[in-house]
């Protein structure tokens, strides 16, 4: 892939910036149904931090946001005005969220149509940040100067576990791209990505924030190993079954601190052994994949299963039974509820709209020299990212790029078994193994 302007100077150039997402208002935080959560203030700011990366021969931007989500159509719309102002194509331009459920509404879910305290997203404020997030694009693009980059993985533990099975499948691995000016060694950005639900803080914290991964940013910057004021992009990984659940011992601002600070420690002891390159060939490829969308109940059936969850929720809750339990039985009633919603929408036709907006799936793949960084929209069960990288190591996905999907991707397995996640998806697990598979095919078309 060609970049627009080739660079007066061989090897790596790079440039990076950020932009203001928080909210100026008042606004509802999503991600807990029923509650009406409205923001009493803010204890960190929401920002778009922004790296670009050419090296005469291929290009790619990387912004990541302090969102829960950023819509299908607003990437769209911000990665269009990004290429059209400054030449990077479309397809080397990936936007992500962090997953905070402590922001505003971004998306209109069918699968919580019914519930009566969600508001619809707001159109300014989504216009906001589409601006915001092109303001940061552009900006690091012609900030671009001679650069270096290296890239060594660190292992988190201790953050979180799979919230179904605290011993079940995860991903520990955090890949941690830093790069630098050639001239002076002054860090330019640095970007990491891990696999872990964006969800210390509950329904009773009423603040905007970035949950912990404010506080792993804060960490590396309060000890000095990324300079006060420079981007620290926070990739989600594959965490659609990831989750601070079990390991967390209050859902409050002193245990996010205690969990970011943890992965900010893993994260700063590879630091010093990061080795820099200005040689760093940047590759990019990407597929479109139309989705299969789930098979739902009857509406009957669904409202049957739902009374069912919250009997179960009720009982548990009443009867002392474990914190962690409540907490899963609790969210299996929301995700019933939310069948109960996508039962009706696809009896009604509402559906249809809601899978022509998110299918198809885009998947792009951006290789930085030897290592590869993959980009899946929606939230996918971590099964499937640990499949792409036993096939090929050195490999790292990254989920919620460029839209969502309306809820998971989830396997086959959970599906059979009726968890939360797959009773709030729209589109069947079946699709896991087909983004996969597609995965692999750029992969090795690039090898």
Same mark, same amino acid.
């Given at each position: ?9 061989? !090897? ?18 999503? !991600? ?46 911000? +990665? ?22 402590? !922001?505003?509404?971004?998306? $209109? ?21 589409? !601006? ?9 693009? +012609? ?38 000016? +050639? ?17 210390? #803080?509950? &329904? $009773? ?15 590396? *910057? ?66 479109? #994949? ?12 669904? &409202? ?22 409540? *907490?899963?039985? &609790? ?36 290789? =930085? ?21 036993? +096939? ?50 750029? =992969?090795?078309?690039?090898?």
């Amino acid at each position: 892939m060609q970049p627009s302007k080739l660079s007066p100077e061989p !090897g790596l150039w790079a440039g990076a910036a950020s932009a203001d997402l928080t909210p100026q208002t008042s606004v509802f935080l999503f !991600g807990y149904p029923h509650v009406p959560r409205l923001s009493t203030g803010v204890h960190d700011r929401h920002e778009a931090a922004a790296l670009y990366l050419r090296d005469g021969e291929g290009q790619a931007l990387f912004v990541a946001t302090d969102l829960i989500f950023v819509g299908k159509k607003q990437a769209a719309e911000a +990665r269009l005005q990004i290429s059209a102002r400054t030449g990077v194509p479309v397809g080397a331009i990936v936007i992500t969220s962090t997953h905070t459920h402590s !922001g505003p509404v971004m998306v $209109d879910y069918v699968s919580n149509s019914a519930d009566p305290v969600v508001p619809k997203a707001d159109a300014d404020y989504r216009r906001f940040v589409v !601006g915001s997030i092109v303001e940061a694009g552009c900006t690091a693009v +012609r900030a671009a100067v001679p650069a270096e980059a290296g890239l060594a993985v660190a292992r988190a533990e201790g953050v979180g576990t799979n919230r179904h099975d605290p011993a079940g499948p995860a991903d520990p691995d955090v890949p941690v791209l830093l790069v630098r000016a +050639r001239a002076n060694k002054r860090t330019l950005a640095c970007m990491v990505a891990y696999a872990m639900h964006t969800t210390v #803080l509950h &329904e $009773d914290s009423t603040l905007i924030s970035g949950d912990f991964p404010h506080f792993t940013r804060q960490y590396l *910057r309060d000890a000095g190993f990324v300079p006060e004021g420079v981007p620290i992009l926070y990739h989600q990984g594959a965490s659609g079954n990831q989750s601070p659940r079990h390991v967390t011992k209050a859902n409050t601002f002193a245990e996010a601190k205690r969990l970011g600070d943890r992965l900010g420690a893993c994260i700063a002891a590879v630091i010093p052994g990061v080795a820099y390159s200005a040689a760093l060939p940047i590759r990019v490829a990407g597929a479109h #994949l139309p989705l299969q969308v789930r098979q739902f109940p009857t509406v009957t059936a669904a &409202e049957n299963w739902a009374h069912e969850a919250k009997a179960r929720f009720d009982q548990l809750r009443t009867t002392g039974a474990p914190r962690t339990a409540v *907490r899963t039985a &609790e969210c299996d009633w929301f995700g019933a509820e939310e069948t109960v919603s996508l039962a009706r929408a696809a009896a009604d036709g509402r559906l249809e709209a809601a899978v022509n907006a998110s299918s198809p799936a885009e998947v792009i793949v951006i290789a =930085l020299g030897a290592w590869k960084f993959v980009f899946w929209p929606g939230e996918f069960f971590v099964e499937y990212a640990l499949t792409v990288k036993s +096939r090929s190591p050195q490999t790292f996905v990254v989920t919620l790029a460029n839209g969502e999907v309306q809820g998971y991707i989830v396997t086959p397995e959970a599906a059979a078994r009726g968890v939360y996640e797959a009773t709030n998806a729209l589109f069947s697990p079946e699709n896991g193994r087909r983004v996969v598979d597609a995965t692999l095919a750029l =992969l090795a078309a690039g090898d």
